[in-house]
C-alpha cells in the first residue's frame, strides 16, 4: 500500500509569488490535514480537509488555502509570498477525521514533506 | 500558554543507555489524546503511540514504554538499551476532544544517540 506522497520534495520561490503544494493520501483515506514546519514555530496546524469539505483551520492568514478533490488527493496555496512561509509543509491522511482520531484507533500517516523556500 | 510543553530541547546519550523524553500537556477536557511522533533525519513523521485519557496503563513495545500519569499530566517516554537509529526529534501531542480540532504540537526533543 502506497504511502502519502507530497510533490513537489523541493520549491523555490521569490517573496510575491504564489505556490501551490500537492498530497495524495493513502489509498482509501479521506482526511487530509496539512502542516507547517519552522525552525522558530515548531510544528503547526493548517487545516484539514475531510471528503472535500474543509472541517478545521488553524491560526494562519487567509493568503494560506487548500481545497480537497473528489479522489481525496489535496492541495494548497500560498499567496504573495513572505519570507517567513519558508517552512517544510507536511501533509498527513487518516481514514477518519481528526477529531475521531484516537477514539477510533487510527491514526494519522504523514507524507515526506515539501521543502519551500521563499527567496 | 503551551498545550504541550517538552523541556528539554536537546538530549545527547551513549548508545546502549536509556534515555527518557518528558512531555507535560495542558487540558480542561475530560477526554483527550496524546501521541508521540519520531521524525528521523529524513524529515517524515512516524506515528509512535496513541494513548486516550481513560486508558493510564503504561505500555511497552519492544525497546520503548510509555508513562502516562493524568496527576501530572505527563506522558514520558523511555527508550531502553539505545541505538543509533533512534537519533531523530521526537514530538509529542494532544488532540482535545472537546474542541476536536486540531492537534497540540510540543516543539519536540532532539534525540542524539553517539556510537
Known amino acids: 500500500k502506497a504511502g502519502v506522497t507530497q510533490t513537489p520534495r523541493y520549491l523555490i520561490k521569490t517573496r510575491g509569488q504564489q505556490v501551490t503544494l500537492s498530497c495524495s493520501p493513502i489509498?482509501?483515506?479521506?482526511?487530509v490535514s496539512w502542516y507547517q514546519q519552522t525552525p522558530g514555530q515548531g510544528l503547526q496546524f493548517l487545516f484539514e480537509?475531510?471528503?472535500?469539505?474543509?472541517?478545521n483551520k488553524g491560526n494562519f492568514p487567509g493568503r494560506f488555502s487548500g481545497r480537497q478533490f473528489s479522489n481525496s488527493r489535496s492541495e494548497m496555496n500560498v499567496s504573495t509570498l513572505e519570507l517567513g512561509d519558508s517552512a517544510l509543509y507536511l501533509c498527513?491522511?487518516?481514514?477518519?477525521?481528526?477529531?475521531?482520531?484516537?477514539?477510533?484507533?487510527?491514526?494519522?500517516?504523514f507524507g515526506p514533506g515539501t521543502r519551500l523556500t521563499v527567496l | 500558554a503551551q498545550k504541550v510543553t517538552q523541556a528539554q530541547t536537546e538530549i545527547s546519550v551513549v548508545e546502549k543507555e536509556d534515555v527518557t523524553l518528558d512531555c507535560v500537556y495542558e487540558?480542561?477536557?475530560?477526554?483527550?489524546?496524546l501521541f508521540w511522533y519520531k521524525q528521523p533525519p529524513s524529515g517524515e513523521l512516524v506515528f509512535l503511540i496513541r494513548?486516550?485519557?481513560?486508558?493510564?496503563q503504561n505500555e511497552i513495545s519492544g525497546r520503548y514504554s510509555w508513562n502516562f500519569q493524568k496527576s501530572t499530566s505527563s506522558f514520558n517516554f523511555t527508550i531502553t538499551a539505545s541505538q543509533v537509529v533512534d537519533s531523530a526529534v521526537y514530538f509529542c501531542?494532544?488532540?482535545?476532544?472537546?474542541?476536536?480540532?486540531?492537534?497540540?504540537f510540543g516543539t519536540g526533543t532532539s534525540l542524539t544517540v553517539i556510537p
Open positions: 498527513a491522511s487518516s481514514l477518519v477525521p481528526m477529531g475521531s482520531l484516537g477514539r477510533t484507533g487510527d491514526t494519522q500517516y
Open positions: 480537509y475531510f471528503s472535500e469539505t474543509q472541517r
Open positions: 494513548r486516550n485519557s481513560f486508558d493510564e
Open positions: 489509498s482509501g483515506h479521506r482526511s
Open positions: 501531542a494532544l488532540s482535545e476532544a472537546g474542541t476536536g480540532n486540531q492537534f497540540y
Open positions: 487540558t480542561r477536557d475530560t477526554t483527550y489524546y
